[in-house]
């Protein structure tokens, strides 16, 4: 998901992987027999923290033995195919032998092994930049539409010009732009501040934060001023360069405004960069029919994230080493996202179908933007997948907001009024069973919660080969390594079937108030979900057995 915001004058990338914060790996405290390794996989029950109740849940059928080895489509950023605790849970692509050159097959893939990355290109190298839709639509109409007289436009043009809007506030090279009329009334105002700064410390030569900030009180209504001070304050707390207010900086405060306009281009020339790049695949971006395209190179800078999300999913269990998955499965990895930009809806629409196509039974969409150039193709190959009987897990994301009151894409819905079947979206929660500060959230949207908060799992790193990191990217292939731990076992039961067990069987926090996402009000946990509560794979795997049994009169 690429989505944006400004805190403090601060740029927080929140991406294609739905704002994965990387947490250093440090013990919990005050949680009874509970480490920071593998919570996810605990209960409250026996643990105290408020984990998927999966150790739980294969006590429970220790005297079962699995039928099935669910396969799982991880549509992300790729993997390391040699990475210790994956490389024996690869799916094998049973129809292609390595290496040879040959799409033996048929598929139209050449050695498609372990999966696909349609950001490959011909050479075999990969698509590494791209660029949010954000500002792909903000660069398509800001000629139309920026600084336009709005009281000539159209009906037509009024809503367009609505929804270029819209865009902007999400768009950071939009956002660059408006910065600069912000900098350059600011500049105008920091005579001012420059002579109440000398009035309040009539010795001080140097001003820091601290003597800045009682320049605005409360109560202020001077929008003017309210503007500039908080353009100078951001750049009191920026990490590189941070301003310092002192006569070398009085004198040349118009270089504040060449910094900006600095900004916006170096955004500006980030895009057009990203645009050129897309251009390497080779392949016609507005004709999803032409889809033979990519290469069989799963690895790419972006799959620290793919990586992490298809161990928490199926990291080889038990070998004494690194993590535990959540289930023993067969991991395809179908590459969506470049490490910098949005995913391309023809992209997860031509992963979605491969993964289906080749056997996945369950997909895990662990990203997510705020605009979509062509998501009837999504919906095509979403619909495809639910008349196949396939499940498609997706991160709510990671904006604090509710996704009742605006649209991400992709999402449930086929129109207006109708949606999919085998659409599960997933919200963020901490140990504490609490949902995490920046995730998304909707009574209507959101189905259920699942740990996501210093979730320990495998990464593509020079340095290291395990870390714990944050987000809906996290909590998503929680809920999809509990679908495919169920199939595993009553591999007979339908996608519908599935989907119920593991809706019906959440650990319910209905009447238990909580702090909102973003805001911090208090709520009831009900509110933020359908379910009103978070997966529970033991209560999930006992509503999926007495199906089967009902079933099958076993």
């Known amino acids: 998901m690429r989505t944006s915001k400004i805190i403090l004058g601060v740029l927080v990338l929140s991406g294609m992987f739905c704002q994965v914060q990387a947490q250093k790996v440090k013990m919990t405290e005050g949680k009874k027999n509970a480490s920071f390794e593998g919570w996810h996989l605990r209960s409250y029950e026996t643990d105290g923290v408020y984990g998927a109740g999966v150790n739980q849940a294969y006590e429970y059928l220790k005297d079962r033995k699995p039928k099935a080895r669910t396969v799982v489509g991880i549509v992300d950023g790729g993997v390391d195919v040699t990475h210790e605790d994956l490389k024996d849970v690869l799916w094998r692509n049973p129809g292609e032998i390595p290496g040879n050159g040959i799409d033996d097959d048929g598929n139209g893939y050449v050695d498609d092994v372990h999966g696909w990355n349609f950001l490959g290109t011909p050479d075999g190298k990969q698509m590494e930049i791209g660029y949010t839709m954000a500002d792909h639509e903000y660069m398509r109409l800001r000629e139309k539409y920026e600084n336009v007289d709005t009281t000539s436009l159209s009906s037509k043009e009024r809503r367009e010009y609505d929804y270029f809007q819209d865009v902007c506030k999400f768009s950071f090279i939009c956002q660059a732009y408006q910065e600069i009329a912000v900098a350059e009334a600011a500049v105008k105002y920091a005579e001012i501040f420059n002579r109440e700064l000398k009035t309040l410390y009539p010795k001080g030569k140097r001003f820091e934060i601290k003597q800045f900030a009682p320049l605005l009180k409360e109560g202020e209504t001077n929008e003017e001023r309210i503007s500039a001070y908080n353009f100078f304050l951001k750049r009191f707390y920026r990490r590189k360069n941070r301003l310092v207010w002192d006569e070398q900086f009085y004198n040349n405060r118009n270089k504040v405004i060449e910094e900006v306009r600095a900004d916006y281009e170096k955004l500006k020339d980030s895009y057009f960069a990203g645009l050129a790049n897309r251009g390497t695949l080779g392949d016609d971006p507005e004709n999803v029919k032409d889809r033979f395209y990519g290469n069989n190179n799963l690895l790419a800078e972006s799959a620290v994230h793919g990586q992490h999300v298809g161990g928490i999913v199926g990291a080889t269990r038990n070998n004494g080493i690194g993590v535990d998955g959540v289930a023993d499965v067969d991991l395809m990895f179908v590459r969506v996202g ?210 089967y049994v009902k079933k099958f009169n076993r």
Not at 385 to 394: I, S, T
């Open 338 to 547: 470049p490490g910098n930009g949005d995913e391309h809806d023809k992209e997860v629409a031509l992963c979605i179908r491969y993964a289906v196509d080749n056997g996945a039974r369950v997909i895990n969409m662990s990203f997510g933007k705020p605009f979509s150039h062509h998501n009837k193709w999504m919906i095509a190959a979403m619909k495809y997948a639910e008349k196949k009987g396939v499940l498609l897990v997706h991160a709510a994301g990671n904006d604090g907001m509710s996704l009742d009151v605006r649209d991400f894409y992709p999402n449930r819905y086929i129109s207006k009024n109708k949606t999919l079947q085998n659409w599960i979206a997933v919200g963020s929660i901490d140990m504490d069973g609490n949902p995490a500060s920046s995730s998304n959230y909707g009574k209507r949207e959101v189905d259920l919660f699942a740990p996501g908060v210093n979730v320990y799992s495998t990464i593509y790193d020079k340095r290291f080969k395990y870390r714990a990191m944050s987000g809906t990217s996290m909590a998503t292939p929680v809920v999809t390594g509990v679908i495919a731990l169920i199939w595993n076992y009553f591999p007979e039961l339908t996608a519908e079937e599935v989907k119920e067990a593991v809706l019906g069987g959440v650990t319910s926090r209905k009447g238990d108030v909580v702090p909102c996402p973003g805001n911090g009000e208090k709520v009831d946990f009900d509110s933020l979900c359908r379910t009103g509560g978070i997966v529970n794979a033991l209560e999930a795997v006992k509503l999926a057995e007495k199906m």
